[in-house]
């Protein structure tokens, strides 16, 4: 089956599974900023209620709501690396290891194409058809009826 002909629900599936990684790490990076912001804020603040993220933490309950914060940032972190295990892992069993560099330099660690590309050993033009032939792979294999991946 050409790129071309390959559904492009399987090449949309497979975006959205290694965008999926990126889209976490930006949400834990956020969070982990507001907690630290919080943490600031609270060893700065005269006594009274402290002001973050738009929410009003009366004195009492700082260190509590930082203590929930950091268990909500370990119990995200320890997701975030499984789901980063389970893309690379399914990147490894691409049959291109080149193009699973490719799309892992691409989505998960947010080279632009160009970069991925040098990185992978591409000319950038060539690396957009490895690209989509790479997505149109993971996205059989995340299809229901794909070898080996979930739906």
């Known amino acids: 089956m050409s790129v071309c002909s390959a559904p492009a629900g399987d090449r949309a ?3 959205r599974f290694l965008s999926g990684v990126a889209r976490e790490e930006a949400q834990y990076r956020s969070r982990l900023l507001f907690r630290n912001r919080m943490a600031e804020a609270a060893r700065r603040s005269a006594p009274g209620p402290l002001r973050a993220g738009g ?3 009366p004195p009492g309950e700082v260190s509590s709501r930082l ?3 950091d268990r909500d940032l370990e119990n995200a972190f320890a997701d975030l690396c499984a789901h980063r295990k389970e893309v690379l892992d399914l990147l490894s ?3 291109n290891p080149r193009g699973a560099l490719l799309l892992e330099s691409f989505y998960v660690s947010g080279m632009t194409m160009r970069a991925a590309a040098a990185y992978s050993g591409y000319d950038e033009r ?3 058809r490895v690209r989509d032939r790479s997505l149109a792979e993971l996205g059989r294999r995340l299809s229901p ?6 739906p």
Not at 145 to 150: E, K, M, N, R, V
């Open 13 to 15: 599936r497979a975006v």
């Open 55 to 57: 929410s009003v933490v």
């Open 145 to 150: 009826s794909g070898a080996g991946g979930q």
């Open 126 to 128: 060539h690396a957009y």
């Open 67 to 69: 203590s929930e914060l």
């Open 93 to 95: 069993s691409l049959d």
